[in-house]
């Protein structure tokens, strides 16, 4: 008898936890990946007044080249978050990331 409950019991959880994880593993997957699309995107919008020889703000975004390089750096990315974030890069005059692109940015800072 108690081996039964005990079988109903594993049953159930299993039944509960398996959605779970597959739930968990789509969240992951949608994480956008630096080098594949987050660095393009720098490049498309930001590079322009943020590389070596036009350091606007004093900020070289080109210099980024991988998620090993953000990590060290994430103070400054916490500071790019706050300022896509608020509309304020890049600065209205220049192209605009579109909403989709603005999210798929903030979603992969806030991932790190
Ligand atoms: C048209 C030129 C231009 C483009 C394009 C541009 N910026 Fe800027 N950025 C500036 C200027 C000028 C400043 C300094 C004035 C200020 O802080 O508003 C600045 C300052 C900043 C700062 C503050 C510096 C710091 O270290 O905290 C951040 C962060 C930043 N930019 C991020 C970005 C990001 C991310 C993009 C692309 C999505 C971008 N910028 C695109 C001109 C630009």
Redesign the pocket.
Known sequence: MWYQYQMLFLVTLATCLIPLASAEEAAVDAVPVFEESIHA??EV??????NPD?L????D?ERFETTGMVIDSLA?WQ??A???EAN????K???Q?SPEE?TQ?LEWIASL
């Open positions: 995107l720098v919008y930001c590079t322009d007044c943020h036009d606007k703000g004093d900020l975004l400054v500071r790019i706050k300022r896509i304020e890069m890049p600065p005059k220049g192209s990331p603005r940015i």
